[in-house]
């Protein structure tokens, strides 16, 4: 890691990079109360800190949705990209292979993965970019009001959506599709977990994949869901219309109130091969199971047969589903310099004489 810039405040607690946790936060977030994605932000401070990373040697990426506004919220000093919807890979590819001194961390959601970045998703797996991909899961469009997304249940009905008829796309089953080197299904209320596999992610050279399920606090309320969070029940009279409308249009230009729920978080540790349900605010469940102790994460079609178990069992798996260190990162195909590419001079770049020689002699 490079120098680190002087820190804000004498008196706070430092890491070994001279820093302080401040140096590590990013603006006050605007999403909505209780919603996952602020934990995911947080755990993301504390491992950066923890991990003694300086800010500048992480670059930022992201697209559209709520998810892709998360890293407004974390790592204030890393420059960052904030894309079109769905082609945050593409900003990666160029950024990460024009300088490979950095560090990647993308945010996305499954629609911004799932829907319209499909074809860009699975193209960073087969480069294996030096990255960390985080996809915060809620199968929802949050910031549009709520439509199904490519990871919604099959059978879902919601009020202005109707059901939605289609499987759900497993983002984990498509990063092992695509040969992904780093695999991970984690959820955003077991706070230890999600540091601890984010630390492991942020070491692995290649692309690491983590789907996060984050429950959505405003949509995607139907009971019985993965991702339910329901604020009144059945025959309620509420004194206020549930809706959130996060961006204004011509015919609704409203911020009506939405009920503040506690976060959801696990109560104690998961152990190895637990399975535990989870309560959600409506009354419903979802079901995490841990990894058993024995789980060998480098074996690739066990982890396909798993995660296929865990869909018939209707499981969450979380932990680390699948890694591979010794895969070839992006840079180790194209050999890269270790030297930004923009910072080349033209002494790096000329041929020697003896080679511009070499290749005129073989000219004639």
């Known amino acids: 890691m490079s120098e680190s810039l002087p820190m804000a405040g004498a008196s ?50 992201s697209g559209i949705g709520c998810s892709s506004k998360s890293p407004t919220y974390f790592l204030n000093r890393s420059f960052g990209f904030n894309g079109l919807h769905g082609r945050m890979p593409s900003l990666a590819t160029g950024a990460l292979f024009a300088d490979v001194s950095l560090k990647g961390l993308g945010v996305s959601g499954d629609g911004d993965t799932a829907s319209i970045g499909m074809g860009q998703f699975k193209h960073a797996m087969r480069r294996n970019l030096n990255m960390v991909y985080i996809v915060e899961n809620n199968g929802v469009y ?15 009905e919601l009020k202005k959506q109707g059901k939605n008829l289609y499987h759900p796309i497993d983002i984990c089953m498509e990063a092992m599709a695509s040969r992904a080197t780093f695999v991970a299904r984690l959820f955003a209320g077991n706070a230890k977990q999600l540091k601890e596999v984010l630390k492991a992610a942020i070491a692995h050279r290649g692309i690491a994949v983590i789907d996060i399920i984050s429950p959505c606090v405003t949509f995607n309320n139907q009971e019985g869901t993965y991702y339910s969070y329901t604020y009144g029940k059945e025959k309620e009279e509420p004194l206020h219309d549930v809706t959130f409308h996060f961006a204004s249009d011509a015919t609704q230009n409203t911020l009506t109130y939405v009920p503040q729920k506690e976060e959801i978080k696990l109560e104690a540790d998961m ?24 789980y060998d994460p ?19 798996l ?11 990162a992006l840079p180790d195909l194209y050999r890269l310099t270790d030297s930004p590419l923009n910072r080349l001079t033209e002494k790096d770049l000329r041929p020697a004489p003896d080679t ?9």
């Open 12 to 61: 706070a607690q430092v890491n070994a990079a001279g820093l302080s946790k401040n140096d590590y936060r990013g603006a006050p977030s605007t999403l909505c109360v209780g919603c996952g994605h602020n934990s995911i932000a947080n755990q993301i401070v504390a491992v950066a800190y923890e991990l003694n990373i300086v800010p500048e040697n992480i670059v930022k990426f």
């Open 356 to 364: 511009i020689a070499k290749l005129n002699a073989m000219m004639f």
């Open 271 to 294: 152990v190895e091969g637990e399975i535990r349900e989870v309560k959600l605010h409506d009354g419903s469940f979802i079901t995490l199971k841990a990894l058993e102790k024995h």
């Open 318 to 328: 979380t932990g680390i589903l699948y890694a591979n260190p010794e895969a070839p």
């Open 298 to 316: 480098t074996d690739r079609m066990n982890a396909i047969r798993t995660l296929e178990e865990a869909g018939d069992n209707g499981w969450l």
């Open 142 to 156: 949050g910031l549009t009001k709520g439509q199904f997304s490519a990871t919604a249940d099959v059978g879902l």
